[in-house]
């Protein structure tokens, strides 16, 4: 609290300490997959190069053989 131009040490300590509650309104509109290395096991790309199964079938079409072709 403010009294005639001085803070409460306090009040001071707890707003410099603030941190605001959980708001829904900054929750991200997506839910990330987790990340696993199960499908494409024994492949190049993800044995080697260490691509998850969700970056080889996004970028490859689910086909680790492709991985060959990248500049």
Avoid: C, L
């Amino acid at each position: 609290m403010i009294k005639e131009g001085k803070i409460n040490s306090e009040d001071f300590e707890a707003k410099r300490h603030y941190e605001p509650e959980y708001d829904d309104y900054y929750e991200p509109d997506y839910y990330e997959e987790e990340q696993t290395y199960e499908r494409y096991n024994g492949s190049y790309a993800q044995d080697v190069e260490g691509w998850s199964d969700q970056d080889i079938d996004d970028v490859f079409d689910g086909d680790p053989d492709a991985y060959w072709n990248i500049d």
